[in-house]
């Protein structure tokens, strides 16, 4: 295969002569079409950017002018020009291409303003397939390429938050811009086109129902720097999608330190789960720790739903997120900040609440501005040593599955609401899970062994241990319903579940010996359904 070489050393510092300012967002940009026309620079422009420049009384070229050619099909057309990418292109010091620009009457342009139609910001707000389409930029991802690729002589700029570094650079060297700074700003542009060509391709896909596109491509904008990843010597920055899905990544921090990367993966898991209870039927309240849950329950008030999901776990609790499903209320501020937490998240907070968080100063609230909804699809993504996995959000709810009762005994009401109850927060913790669960309150928690008997053994220790702290006579496991988030491939993890007290057993099913497993159940009295959906989270 061929290579395209050109061995032409770049200058470090390149002179803007002539501007080219085309951009959506008109953040700023007269305010510096204003600084570089005191300059003395030459400003080219198109359509509204045109008409914003030349209401403020400065002088500026419409790039039709130089073109010869107006702009047509409602705009589609302006900028897609010799004269605009031969001006942005052209290598300055070689002399093929200075003969080229003489020949075809193509003056060079130095500095390109550009950013793009706001095709995310329609697509995640629902726009009908016509109108999401005509809000894809063309000229601007090319003239932005265009002059990224020519670094070496063009300043392009694509974001509003960098003009104040450009004027500062004028005014350090006299006009002029240094080449480690072309260098970035290229960076920044060939980054931006990119997530915005992955927008678009992952809105196609999306709307035309292909699950397994050739290429797919995830992009996101760098909302926060962190000062180091899981642990201080990775690493770390925190992204957003675009995706308006109420959550950490939208969520405006009322108070407390920057989250770290653990805080964010953590609060995001706290929130999705307690989202699977609607606040209109209960207020609920979970409890995460390392991504886990150690405490769910829901309650007849938001602080009795905090009080009923700590004493679940109050040990581990300590340190973990808190996550509720209504509006945080001064009554139950009062009882969390008695306890250190790292992160409390909810749909809003009252001002009395900010008041009583606001004693603990370094505990991070967070007003996520609406619950997300369970059963809404999306994108969920994970990385591997070179590759990219990608799957659908797990958006399955119990309540839409069709339970189907295997045992000759059929669970009591109260069994089936418990049941639901530990199913839902089952699909929330790291596989292999088993959830007790009793009059919508976790009862024992295992999570992330390795042996499902293990989980269920370890979920009735933590039974044991909160009986013990909160006095109780037995552990709130007996008489209590468990759930499997998948399939018991032996008898011996029922069995385990049936000796530390659960009366009703709900789990996907599925097994090439779920005969045995049901005649155990059986055997000892116990009611079991099967969902068919198992919720695997690794």
């Known amino acids: 295969m061929a290579v395209i070489s050109k061995k032409i050393p770049a200058p470090d510092k390149v002179e803007i002569k002539t501007a080219l300012l085309s951009v959506f967002d008109k953040t700023g940009i007269v305010e510096l079409a204003q600084a570089l026309s005191e300059r003395g620079v030459r400003l080219l422009s198109t359509g509204g950017t045109y008409k914003a420049i030349a209401a403020a009384g400065l002088a500026v070229t419409d790039v039709s002018d130089i073109t010869g050619f107006p702009e047509i099909m409602d705009g589609r057309v302006k900028t897609l020009h010799p004269t605009v990418h031969g001006g942005l292109l052209a290598i300055r010091d070689d002399s093929e291409h200075q003969d080229a620009m003489k020949e075809h009457g193509i003056e060079a342009i130095d500095l390109a303003v550009i950013n793009l139609y706001p095709f995310e910001e ?30 070496a002589y063009v300043t392009i700029l694509t974001d509003p938050n960098d003009y104040a570094e450009f004027k500062e650079q004028l005014s350090a060297d006299a006009g002029k811009t240094a080449y480690a700074f072309r260098q970035r700003m290229a960076a920044k542009a060939y980054a931006r086109t990119a997530a915005y060509d992955a927008a678009i391709s992952n809105w196609f896909a999306e709307a035309l129902s292909i699950d397994t596109p ?14 180091y990843g899981e642990n201080p010597h990775q690493k770390a920055a925190f992204y957003v999608t675009g995706e308006k899905r109420p959550g950490v990544s939208t969520a405006v921090l009322l108070q407390g330190k920057q989250l770290s990367y653990n805080n964010i993966n953590d609060t995001d898991a706290a929130y999705e789960l307690v989202a699977e209870f609607l606040p209109e039927k209960a207020p609920a309240c979970a409890i995460i720790k390392h991504a886990n849950p150690c405490g769910v329950a829901t309650g007849s008030s938001l602080v009795e739903a905090y009080q009923r999901a700590l004493a679940c776990d109050s040990v581990s609790a300590f340190g973990g997120i808190i996550a509720l499903n209504q509006i945080l209320d001064a009554e139950t ?131 044991e241990e909160a009986a013990k702290a909160l006095g109780l006579a037995v552990p709130m496991t007996k008489g209590s319903a468990v759930a499997s988030e998948a399939f018991l491939p032996f008898a011996d993890g029922l069995l385990s579940m049936i000796a530390a007290g659960a009366t009703a057993v709900i789990q996907p099913g599925g097994s090439m010996r779920d005969q045995e497993v049901i005649d155990a159940a059986n055997e000892h009295g116990v009611a079991m359904v099967f969902t068919g959906m198992r919720h695997f989270r690794h």
Do not use: C, W
């Not at 726009?127 to 990224?148: F, H, K, L, W």
């Not at 050739?214 to 000062?227: A, N, Q, T």
């Open 122 to 151: 329609v697509s995640a707000a629902g726009g009908d397939y016509p109108t999401t389409v005509e809000n894809i930029d063309i000229g601007g991802p090319a003239m932005i390429r265009a002059s990224a690729k020519n670094h």
């Open 214 to 227: 050739r290429h797919r491509v995830i992009g996101g904008v760098l909302k926060e720097e962190m000062r």
């Open 333 to 463: 501020a009062e009882e969390i900040v008695k306890l250190f937490t790292e992160v409390i998240i909810a749909p809003d907070v009252t001002e009395e609440a900010k008041a009583i968080v606001a004693r603990k100063p370094n505990l991070r609230l967070l007003s996520a501005g609406g619950l997300p909804d369970p059963r809404v699809a999306g994108l969920m993504a994970k990385t591997v040593s070179g590759g990219l996995l990608v799957q659908s959000r797990d958006n399955g709810m119990v309540e839409d599955l069709e339970l189907k009762v295997v045992t000759r005994r059929a669970p009591t009401a109260q069994e089936l609401e418990d049941m639901k109850f530990a199913f839902k927060v089952g699909k929330h913790v790291k596989s292999n899970a088993v959830v007790y669960a009793k009059d919508g309150q976790t009862a024992g928690i295992g999570a992330g062994q390795m042996s499902r008997v293990d989980s269920a053994r370890i979920a009735a220790l933590k039974a």
